[in-house]
């Protein structure tokens, strides 16, 4: 007897039965482990972002001199746009004596600056008179331009994006984004079955993966965790990843995700992702900020990046854009005005192609460094980073030029440098040069080049006997005649001048502005070196500074970085500030991590402090360092030599920076340069550009000037040939010598005429 058809299948129904059975509890178990693994990525790292770095912010203020020139300079550097009236944020014109600027809104770690349009007037000179709103022509205290973007520390990804939060998305954006690529968004489930089924159709047909139906949802599992291949299996995936990502998270977050996710090009060896990165990379400005035909131009560009790049295929990116555009006004989200306006606009990028305009390794170094301090661990990855830093772009580039490019390099070739300038009142490090040619995570001198200081140690001995001013003062006479004192091995030392001369008594003053060896070791065998080295280690970071007298000439080892800190306690009425380049720390949302805190230390008396600058500035008028006394008065500074010239520096110092410069050979191979040949040119490159701010000439309280000899050290009258002008602790001083060294009688002020003499004091007051 036959078995019937239908039985005959019934062994392969079930078959069939219980593998689809298995391959749903397969599907079951396996949607359950990727629905933890997707909850627990998404929920605690979404994504990586990178560390931006943001220089010193350019604040404008009528009080601090500033050019327009200067101000029209930043301005291009932050890529603002010329134009007429200045209405939208980022634009400026510049006519005549005036500058009508529209600044950008931004997030600053302790505040958010709102757009603002301003007009600021000028003398005929070009120099900043007046700040006031525009057109109300109210005054402004100061106004502050956003900061430019330094460099980034790249994530492990090597992806970049600037989170931002979806509040700050304009909304526009958002209907943008909906509207060309997923309608219906806000009404599914993470797919759509209907375009899943029109693409499979597509691809049958095809014989090949052509074609997707993904939604938004889709699209931002694809670019967070899928590969991008058009395969079966992997479509399969995105569909079930989708489907949890909708159910796990609302549409708000995942819009915001994506927003931050969706990848638009490349950096070189970075991927740019997210609106937030790319507003600022393409077109300098902030999402924010945007304008309409740019909000089309970047939606547009998610169809293809590389085919779309609106610098490399200009023409095809204009050609997205407007079908962008015309779907934005055909479904009302534009006027026609602004369809028609942004249609007629050519498709405008900022000109530098780089993320960070400029390219500043050896400070980044000192960025990082202190980054890695503050935030041991790249956990930071998570939120991203916004490093607010000192960096100062003008000054910079004056000191690269300075450094690299000056006419004294061509002669200094084949030697190492290092330059660092440093603001002395609060110790903000405001450019750095790390050697001949820029490094990054290489040896960087600056920061790290440990060598003996020379001569530069000289104004510290001075600096803490002048603190004993009922022992010293500038008129103090120093004896300098040969001595021998024993070394640490308990061997005769016998130091000797530069010039190998002794010229017997010398004045404190000169023994400081001609950097003479004999005068200062017997002043600090006086104070002892032990005392002296107790009182510079608050100071001195991690330099080593042995007990021992040869440190009286400068035989301990510093950075660039440590010589700037004491420097800057001289030049800062005896306080010391460590140097720094942070400012400060926020996450990419805002949240603030670090604030850089001061932490100054009373290194040096105001009144020490004071009177050693003085003497620095004589040594630029007159002693070691009178190759930049044509730079004008106002600038102090010491050179310095170490044994066999192996060392050439030379410190620098103005009211409001000090310039610490270096040059000398890495294996400590003679240089063969003194501190005046070899690293003084290079200071007096960058402060020729620069500019001399004078240090002010005011005496302190209960100082007075006074004519001191110079052979003798006594107070004489000011036409006495040896005579020389020299600020003095305490009252009023009268002279008491004549000038050939004779007492005069007391209470005369100087020598006077002889007639003068012979007149009573009736006869002075009214004549004859």
Known sequence: MKTPKSRRWLPSFRLIFRLG?????????????????????FSTARYQAPALLYSQALEINAQQPITRERIIKELQALDYQVSRYARNSGEYQAQGQQLLLNTRAFSFPTHFAQSQRVRLLFD?????????????QEPLDSLQLEPQILGRFSTDSHEDRLL??????????????????????????????????????ANLMAGRAVQGGSTITQQLVKNMYLSHDKTYVRKANEAIMALILDYRFSKDEILEAYFNEVFFGQDRGNAIHGVALASQFYFGEFVEDLSVAEIATLIGMIKGPSYYEPRRNPERAQQRRDVV????????????????????????????????????????????QEVRSILPDRSWQETGLRVFTTFDPEQQRALEQAARNSNSVQQLADNERAMVLTEHRSGAVRALVGGAQPVLGGFNRAITARRQVGSLAKPWVYAIALEQAERYSLASMLDDS????????????????????????????????????????????ELTPEYIRSRLLPAAGDARIPPWPSILLGAMDFTPLEVARVYGALAAEGIAHKPYAVNAITTHRGDLLYQHMAEPVQLFTKEAAWLTSFALEGAIRTGTGRGLAHLGPGLAGKTGSTNDLRDSWFVSYDANYVLTTWLGHDDNSPVGLTGSRGALPLAGA?????????????????????YIDQTRGVRVGAQCEHAIRLPIWGEAPEATYDCQGEPLPEHHETEQPKDEKKKSWWQRLFGA
């Open 686 to 706: 960058y402060w020729q550009v620069a500019g001399v701010a004078p240090r002010s000439p005011f005496l302190p309280q209960q100082m007075h000037w006074a």
């Open 482 to 525: 040969p001595v021998t004192i024993q070394d640490k091995h308990g061997e005769d030392w016998t130091p000797r001048n530069f010039d190998n001369k002794f010229r017997g008594y010398t004045s404190l003053y000169q023994s400081l502005v001609h950097s003479l060896n004999i005068p200062v070791v017997r002043l600090g065998m």
């Open 21 to 41: 059975l298995v391959a749903a509890v397969v599907l079951v178990f396996y949607a359950i482990y990727l629905d933890g693994q997707l909850t627990h990525r």
């Open 164 to 201: 931002v939060g979806l509040e700050r998305v304009p909304v526009l954006m958002r209907e943008t984004l909906l509207l060309v690529e997923d309608r219906e968004f806000y009404h599914h489930h993470g797919v759509r079955p209907t375009a899943i089924a029109r693409a499979a159709v």
């Open 325 to 368: 555009l015309r779907l934005m006004f055909e479904h009302d989200l534009i006027s026609q005005t602004q369809y028609l306006a942004a249609v007629e606009s050519p498709v405008r990028t900022r000109a530098e192609k780089r993320l960070a305009r400029f390219n500043r390794p050896d400070f980044i170094d000192l960025v990082q």
């Open 124 to 136: 005929e000179e070009g120099w900043l008179e007046r700040v006031e709103s525009w057109p109300g």
